[in-house]
């Protein structure tokens, strides 16, 4: 059998339409059906592309010139948006992003799922989608002239200086200048990757959007930081609003952010911010979700999709540290949530405790080990409640699921992509999908949250 050769060359140029944007913002544009990604392209847009690369199934390729732009193309107002890997949607109006995610997740339920007449909704976006980020976590670098503080170019490991950022609350992106000047100041050296050496890793902060609260979390390579007594009294003089001055230390060379220890050198463990009625404490580690606002909107919609009276039995798998759990069993008879790390349910305890809530439980461990045990012990959910990672449920929960059989499933989502995969299985376990709600919780980046509800055919 003779292989088919890809219709395109490297170096090569063409007139293309462009189609579709990729999960990552890429335009999509086809050429005798061979598809091609060029970065900034956008739906509808007819432009000269140059193929930078080629593929078995694909290429890439880079934008030449445009001839006719899209009616949601606008000039991105952040001066680094190019370089910077942070955003991707920037030169896209809001409202044309709203209908790219849209399109997006009815896109994966119709081609992965194989779902095709379930209604997605319109996207529920924000009023204001700029500066929405309570929590900066930076690395750091040394340059001639000082330090330098920003997020990586996109596909590389070089740092781009950063003053500010559009998607950070305003307080993150002074405390981050702040620490970075004080530290200067004291001569602290960066971490060099290459080499493994340096102190100062990543500078990270968190902001409490209701209360006000600010933590700082050094992350460096080494448990000594020099001169330390100067640096915190450095900070804590010029942010009044610091509640918490952490260090984390993480000696190992690797791209992974955190290290195992983690102090407390000045001031309290947490700090504290509410999502609702709910509050929450937050600890250097926690996992908080960084659009608090927009969080509301999703949880709302989860607790709409549950239906709850106050007689149902509710588990909440992956349940972090409680913050859907305890939405729930607002209006739950009895909430049950499990999480495999043990520090989120010491969070999820203590902020049950904080919010005088008794008819939450957690659990440690795997869901698709701990559930089947409630199960055996006589639990019976009414709802239940999934919120996993980006890899999408693991396949022993979902038939742990199709086991126990609850009435309702309420699926909440960071990737459609493995949402309709999930969904397909549960549908073909015996459960319709009635419909589909995304939330935009990350405006100008390609990241989009939906929840799904399902019902017991």
Request: proline share 4%.
């Amino acid at each position: 059998m003779t292989k088919l050769k890809p219709p395109v060359e490297k170096n090569t140029y063409y007139d293309v339409t462009f189609e579709d944007l990729t999960h990552d913002g890429a335009g999509v544009a086809k050429i005798e059906g061979f598809p091609i990604f060029v970065q900034n392209g956008l739906p509808d847009e007819k432009a000269k592309i140059k193929i930078t690369k080629v593929k078995k199934g694909y290429g890439y390729g880079r934008l030449i010139e445009l001839y006719e732009e899209s009616r949601y193309r606008v000039d991105a107002p952040c001066p680094i948006y190019r370089e910077c890997g942070g955003c991707q949607l920037q030169h896209v109006s809001y409202e044309g992003q709203l209908i790219a995610k849209q399109k997006q997740v009815q896109g994966v339920l119709t081609r992965i799922g194989k779902l095709q007449d379930v209604e997605v909704h319109p996207v529920l976006g924000m009023e204001n989608p700029w500066r929405y980020r309570n929590k900066a976590q930076v690395p750091v670098a040394d340059r001639e002239g000082g330090l330098v503080a920003g997020f990586y170019q996109q596909r590389s490991h070089e740092i781009i200086d950063m003053e500010a950022c559009l998607i950070q609350q305003e307080k993150n992106d002074m405390v981050v200048q702040t620490v970075k000047t004080i530290c200067e100041k004291y001569g602290i050296q960066a971490y060099d990757e290459k080499n493994n050496k340096g102190v100062l890793r990543h500078i990270m902060a968190r902001y409490g959007l209701v209360s006000g609260e600010v933590m700082v979390v050094l992350i460096t390579r080494t448990k000594k930081i020099p001169n330390k007594d100067n640096i915190i009294s450095d900070i804590i003089g010029r942010l009044p609003e610091v509640k918490s001055i952490v260090q984390n230390v993480n000696h190992k060379q690797t791209n992974v952010i955190f290290g195992d220890e983690t102090n407390v050198l000045w001031g309290e463990e947490y700090i504290y911010d509410s999502i609702g009625d709910i509050r929450f404490a937050i600890s250097a580690r926690s996992f908080y979700q960084v659009n608090p606002e927009q969080t509301k909107v999703l949880y709302d919609k989860a607790l709409e999709y549950a239906g709850l009276t106050g007689n149902e039995t509710v588990i909440d798998a992956y349940c972090g540290i409680g913050t859907i759990s305890l939405f729930l069993a607002q209006k739950a008879k009895k909430v049950y949530g499990v999480e495999i790390v043990p520090e989120a349910i010491e969070d999820a305890k203590r902020n049950a405790a904080l919010n005088d809530i008794h008819n939450a439980e957690f659990a440690v461990g795997e869901a698709e080990v701990v559930i089947p045990n409630w199960y055996k012990n006589g639990v019976k959910a009414d709802v239940i409640v999934v919120d996993p990672p980006r890899k999408g449920c693991d396949e022993a929960l979902l038939q742990t699921i199709l086991n126990m059989k609850p009435k309702k499933v309420v699926y909440v989502s960071c990737n459609p992509a493995t949402l309709a995969r999930d969904l397909r299985i549960l549908e073909d376990g015996g459960y319709a999908t009635t419909e589909v709600q995304p939330v935009d919780m990350f405006p100008h980046t390609v990241h989009c949250e939906a929840v799904a509800k399902l019902i017991l055919k």
